[in-house]
């Protein structure tokens, strides 16, 4: 009795959580965020996305990720190479296979982009490809919007939903 | 937003809770993980422990992953309740900190008669990339007789089936992921979608009929009439037809199958070559699967002739055979290099009652420069060693070292 | 044409020329403070030569020294130091009078000072020279004696060719013509020479005779050269020269005859062309500037320039050859302009800029300093019996009038007078009374004028009024900003002996000062330097000033008449007596010149100032400094603290700063009178191909430039500086490739 009582309670409890949360539950994103996307790799030949989300003062326009700002396993990737995407050229780059670091710098001389892809990176893989694969490091990479300010607070998002 | 998950998971905890005083049995299993490069023997420890109590109807457990030396990936929560008829599973993950929480899955279960009803709740969090998002969907499943109905009235989230994928969290810097069976990602809050799914069996000639029918918020979307494996009177050969009217479309696609009849001890896996058109050119031959059982060992051979096609997955997700784009689609780890599987595996009764078991998977690849062309090995043992207390080893050595040695401890009490 | 000056002078002897290490600065050995007592029983003017004098002698390179006086063993001469030349100056320290002679007829005298002279003025030179002529009992066609270039004529025909000829004793000809081998010495009459004369049909000659003191006629076919419409004339044939000497006078003239036949006229050069090329004016110390030479183009020939005149550019101008020197007494750049003149008339002028950056220098001004007191409070008391007054007694106060309360007469020489009670004290304020003789006295301030003080005290022989309370309407100390101790100058520039005096022993600002026209003139004028112009011809004016300032005052005065040039100095006066005149004009128009510094000089604090360049300034980039200081005196130092550290005591420093960042920079200037004013100026110092100006070379600047090169932002004139990163002065894909490369680098 009491058992089927305490499970009421929570049964209970759960569906007024529920009722509670029909409608918008959630807040708009308002997480500045800068991201590699899933590699897709077809043969061996594979490509990253780098994407953008909620960039203020009129979007990014200009990403410079400084020397080991962009790490790579190197012992299954190689011969990067990068295009930008949505008005973004790339300037300079640079990648390391031996030692699996890169840099580069993409600028978006029009405009800028608040959310969406800017960049595409196309290598060769060797072996399975996992998230991890790719990773950025915050400290050595430094955003300016279109207004020409720097964009500090942004974060390297750590999970992903697929 | 991060009261209500919390809300959800105490609720539940609290709800079994006074089950406490009842007999339960606490588990835990604990996971150590090592991962190796050619520079440094531990490159990676990850370290997953799994607590919980298990109630007999209810269990509620907790699971946490680390890795070493500073990266707490996840911390979940989870309570599942089954009294009669009724079932709750909570599912609750949360980040680094606990104010991050990841994601929060919510089903009550309802099953009468032949009808189970399901409703999912799942609030996907900002501090993934894809979120924030919530939803929830309303699944009915009835079984009657030779009918098959699965009706999903969706209201912004999607519950994983043949169609949909559920949604999977992955840490990226570790690439570690876990899987839910509610996707919240369906933009939207009011009713975003309806799928019904009738199945009759045994319909003529077909062995089974499907109808799904698909409504979104901008009404009806396709309605589908599936038939697989309709007879030609070829014994080799059968038909998978699938009509389907969209708005303004209306499709029928008929696939030809090659049917090898049952397998005994060599599986070939071979596909009919249509050449995309109407008619069939041949047979393409991709491989082989040898199974054998002797006594306690299985020894498993899986060649593929084509690694452009098919691929072998990782032991993960089966050592199987799959085609490499349903690889890639589905998410499921693969070797992209290995044609040549061996796998051996050793499983007896153990002492105490649960068993041991003991796997070894040998890959193969193509013109390498090591002895008979070994690339990879992993290996897999799980040993009781008392009653409730069990040891599990794996351990993946990739040429010229070993790459990752996972091992660890199940305990229940 | 002849020549316009001559100079020879009378016979100085120098002594000893100090060392020339010490210049004469204002105050050494020599100087002698003087005070309106001196002045006291001695005629006005003659003041009694006191020991130790020297002469302190700038020449006119500017260069000082001291020379001692010495009597010159022509004693009737005075003491007289010679100059040479135009520019140079000397100063006497201590007050002397000469007593110059009457002149007599051919005489003249050499008296040279210098003054430090503020106005432009010509520099003529007086010469007194003496001429130790002795008549010879009329004049004849003598021989001169050597020391006179007198030549002899012999009367008697000429024949070209023959000379000695006993039938013709004509031993020289006291011709010259262009063909003068001598072209500096035009005088071409050589003692005892012939010529052998060749005239040129169809040529322009000039025949000259000159002889100095006496006049020549020459007269050609009867007719005097001098009458002849035109000094040129042509010679086409053999002519008649007469030469007639006489000293235009009354000493007499012999006349002898001349013929010149047998002319052979031989054609000769054309008529010159003139050209003076090149002059370079050489500038030396006190504002001296000369030049030694011009260079000469033209013909082959050499052209007869028979005179020189010099335009200095200040508004001065003399005639002078090598070499013409001139002292300037302000800074600044003035065209020199010589003008050459040839014999016919025809003249050419060429110019040249001279820049003087050196005349006011304090050294080169020889002048003792006076010590100015801070005001003092006077009170004028005058003692009025039946309305004459009695006495005026000065009393001078110590700090705010207010304070004084009583007034003590000292003691009458005769006793206390019995009706003392007739007596009234008036008390005055220090100007009172003064502003009508004053027309521009500057802020004039008053002072209530007492009632009479009635009641009295005998007090030891003398009176004290007392009063009880005292109202003046303004506090005299405070208003009057004179710092004591202040050196004055006063110099006076003397021509024509007149002098002006200071009678009052220490200037003191808003105290009035008598100047007094010493001397027997006739005073005509007194100019004040503010234009001014004091209708009163009397001897004594008076002047009060409120303000520091410098006061010039000129005093035009005539001679009284018997000729006596009288000098004497005022104080530390300078006296130059310029005229320009090869004779001693009647009525000479003398003018004196008072310098007057009567109150401290430069109480104005030095107004600091200053620009830089460039305005968009990058790191280790040299920005020049150019200070715009101004001050009413000297600035003597500047200290630049450039706020990064660094300092710099150049007046235009150039200095490069190596890190980015806003810098204040601060000069500081002194002047003279150690008073000094700062200024300042935050200079923003950028990196090269930064930007947004953030200090760093980031992925922003590279956006930016970009986007310039593009058209899709704009950029100031310092960012397209900065923006030019390959450094080819202009800013286009090849800077934005090239700092791209450089951030990425970093």
């Known amino acids: 009795m009491g058992r089927r009582l305490c499970v009421g309670c929570a049964v209970a409890i759960g569906v007024l959580m529920l009722s509670a949360c029909i409608g918008p539950w959630f807040a708009s994103s308002v997480k500045v965020m800068l991201f590699f996307g899933e590699p897709i790799v077809v043969g061996d030949q594979g490509e990253i996305l780098l994407s953008v989300s909620n960039m203020p003062d009129g979007g990014l326009s200009a990403i410079h990720v400084h020397l080991k700002g962009m790490v790579y396993d190197e012992t299954r990737i190689s011969g990067l190479t990068l295009e930008g995407l949505n008005g973004f050229i790339v300037i300079s780059s640079h990648f390391d296979d031996a030692s699996g670091e890169g840099s580069f710098i993409l600028l978006n001389i029009a405009s800028g982009v608040e959310t969406g892809q800017i960049a595409k990176l196309t290598f060769t893989a060797s072996g399975r490809m996992q998230d991890g694969d790719f990773a950025l490091v915050k400290s050595l990479i430094d955003l300016v919007s279109n207004t020409l300010t720097p964009i500090v607070d942004w974060t390297l998002p750590v999970y992903y939903a697929r | 937003m991060t009261r209500t998950p919390l809300l959800i998971a105490l609720a539940a905890v609290v709800g079994f809770g006074c089950t406490l005083s009842a007999s339960g049995t606490l588990f835990g299993e604990a996971e150590i993980g090592l ?379 | 044409m002849e020549r316009t000056m001559r100079k020879r002078t009378v016979r100085v002897l120098l002594g000893v020329v100090l060392a020339l290490a010490t210049l004469c600065a204002p105050g050494l050995a020599g100087s002698v403070t003087l005070f309106a007592d001196d002045f006291e029983g001695h005629a006005v003017g003659t003041l009694p030569i006191g020991p130790a004098e020297t002469w302190c002698m700038v020449d006119r390179f500017g260069n000082a020294s001291t020379i001692p006086v010495v009597e010159d063993e022509g004693g009737s001469h005075g003491r007289v130091l010679r100059i040479d030349s135009p520019g140079a100056s000397a100063r006497l320290n201590v007050g002397r009078t000469f007593a110059i002679p009457a002149r007599q007829p051919g005489e003249s005298l050499t008296l040279e000072f210098d003054i430090r002279l503020n106005d432009a003025r010509t520099n003529w030179f007086a010469e007194l020279v003496d001429r130790y002529y002795t008549p010879s009992g009329g004049f004849g066609c003598v021989t001169q004696e050597p020391r006179a270039p007198v030549w002899q004529l012999m009367g008697a025909h000429y024949k070209a060719g023959t000379v000695g000829d006993p039938l013709y004793p004509f031993n020289g000809i006291a011709v010259s013509t262009m063909d003068s081998a001598d072209p500096q010495n035009p005088n071409g009459p050589r003692e005892h020479e012939d010529y052998d004369i060749e005239l040129e049909v169809g040529r322009w000659y000039t025949v000259r005779v000159e002889h100095f003191g006496f006049r020549i006629d020459l007269s050609l076919d009867g007719v ?88 200095w550019g200040d508004g001065t101008s003399n005639d002078s050859w090598f070499p013409a020197a001139h002292r300037y007494r302000q800074n600044g750049t003035y065209t020199v302009a010589v003008t050459a003149w040839g014999p016919y008339g025809n003249s050419v002028t060429e110019m040249a800029d001279v820049t003087i950056t050196n005349a006011l220098d304090p050294a080169c001004s020889c002048g003792p300093n006076v010590t100015v007191d801070a005001p003092i409070p006077v009170l004028h008391v005058s003692i009025i019996q039946e309305g004459e007054v009695e006495r005026v007694i000065d009393i001078a106060g110590a700090g705010n009038l207010f ?304 986007r310039y090169v593009n058209g899709l932002h704009p950029l100031d004139p310092c960012q397209e500086k900065r923006a030019d990163i390959d450094l080819d002065s202009d800013v286009d894909e090849d800077d934005a490739r090239a700092l791209a490369e450089v951030v990425f680098g970093l």
């Open chain 3, 224 to 311: 005097k050269v001098q009458e002849l419409q035109s000094p040129y004339y042509e010679l086409d044939s053999s002519h008649d020269w007469m030469l007639n000497i006489g000293d235009g006078d009354s000493h007499g003239s012999a006349t002898c005859d001349i013929s010149i036949d047998n002319v052979r006229v031989v054609r000769k050069a054309e008529p010159l062309q003139m050209y003076v090329v090149l002059f370079e004016p050489e500038t030396g110390a006190c504002g001296s500037a000369w030049i030694n030479g011009v260079t000469w183009a033209g013909d082959a020939v050499f052209n007869y320039v028979n005179r020189l005149s010099w335009d």
């Open chain 2, 35 to 413: 991962t190796s490069n050619t520079i440094s023997f531990v490159d990676d420890l990850s370290v997953d422990l799994m607590l919980g109590y298990d109630l007999g109807e209810a269990i509620v457990w907790t699971e946490s992953l680390v890795v070493l030396p500073a990266t707490w990936v996840w911390q979940a929560f989870g309570a599942t309740a089954r009294v009669g008829g009724y079932g709750l599973t909570t599912n609750v993950l949360f980040g680094a900190s606990t104010a991050e929480y990841l994601y929060a899955e919510m089903i009550l279960g309802i099953s009468i008669a032949r009808i189970d009803a399901s409703l999912h709740v799942a609030q996907l969090s900002d501090a993934v990339v894809g979120g924030p998002e919530g939803g929830w969907a309303l699944r009915i499943e009835a079984d009657a007789g030779p009918f098959d109905l699965v009706s999903t009235t969706e209201f912004g989230a999607q519950i994983d089936d043949e169609n949909n994928d559920g949604i999977t969290i992955f840490h990226a810097p570790t690439s570690q992921s876990r899987h839910y069976a509610t996707d919240p990602r369906i933009a939207g809050v009011g009713f975003t979608g309806q799928q019904t799914r009738l199945a009759y069996l045994d319909f003529c000639c077909a062995n089974r009929i499907e109808a799904a029918l698909a409504i979104t918020c901008n009404g009806f979307q396709d309605l589908r009439f599936t038939v697989a494996g309709l007879g030609t009177g070829i014994p080799w050969l059968f038909i998978d037809a699938d009509l389907s009217f969209a708005v303004d479309q209306k499709k029928l696609t008929l696939s030809p199958g090659l049917q090898l009849g049952e397998a005994v001890c060599l599986d070939l896996i071979a596909s009919l070559d249509t050449g995309g058109g109407r008619s069939v050119n041949g047979i393409e031959f991709h491989g082989a699967e040898l199974l054998c059982t002797l006594g306690d060992v299985t020894v498993r051979d899986i060649t593929l002739l084509d690694l452009s096609e098919y691929v072998i997955t990782a032991e993960s997700h089966g050592s199987r055979i799959e085609k490499l784009a349903d690889a890639i689609s589905n998410r499921h780890d693969f070797y992209p290099e290995y044609w040549q599987l061996l796998s051996i595996r050793y499983e007896r009764e153990g002492c105490c009652g649960d068993s041991l078991s003991v796997l070894l998977n040998t890959y193969f690849e193509r013109n390498s420069t090591n002895l008979f062309d070994i690339a990879f090995m992993h290996a897999e043992a799980v040993v009781p060693l008392a009653r409730s207390l069990s040891f599990t080893l794996a351990a993946e050595f990739e040429h010229p070292s070993m790459r990752e040695l996972v091992f660890g401890f199940s305990i229940a009490w």
């Open chain 3, 403 to 706: 304070d004084v309360t009583e007034i003590s007469l000292g003691s009458f020489n005769s006793g206390v007078p019995a009706n003392l009670s007739d007596y009234e004290v008036v008390v005055f304020g220090i100007n009172d009374g003064y502003e009508a003789d004053i027309p521009w006295l500057a802020t004039p301030f008053s002072l209530p004028r007492l009632t009479t003080l009635r009641s009295y005290v005998e007090s030891g022989g003398g009176v004290v009024w007392t009063h009880d309370s005292l109202e003046w309407g303004q506090d005299l100390g405070a208003d009057v900003e004179v710092p004591a101790g202040v050196d004055y100058q006063v110099d006076a520039d003397r021509s024509g002996g007149v002098a002006i005096e200071l009678v009052e022993e220490h200037p003191i600002a808003r105290q009035p000062f008598d100047l007094r026209a010493a001397g027997d003139w006739f005073v005509s004028e007194w100019t004040h330097t503010t234009g001014g112009v004091l209708t009163t011809a009397l001897p004594v004016v008076r002047f009060a000033f409120a303000d520091p300032s410098d006061h010039n005052f000129y005093l035009s005065a005539k001679e009284s008449g018997d000729g006596r040039v009288v000098v004497s100095e005022l104080g530390h006066s300078i006296w130059q007596f310029v005229y320009g005149g090869t004779t001693w004009p009647d009525d000479l128009e003398a003018k004196l010149f008072v310098n007057g510094l009567f109150w401290a000089a430069n109480v104005v604090p030095p107004d600091a100032g200053f620009s830089y360049a460039p305005d968009c300034v990058l790191t280790d980039e040299a920005v020049d400094f150019t200070d715009m200081s101004t001050d009413d005196g000297a600035i003597g130092s500047w200290t630049w603290d450039f706020g990064d550290g660094t300092s710099s005591g150049d007046q235009h420093p150039s200095h490069a700063f190596s890190s980015p960042g806003t810098y204040t920079v601060v000069l500081a200037v002194t002047d003279n009178q150690g008073l000094t004013g700062t200024a300042s100026h935050d200079v923003r110092v950028h990196v090269r191909g930064d930007l947004d100006g953030d200090g760093d070379l980031d992925v922003a600047d590279v956006l930016i430039l970009y």
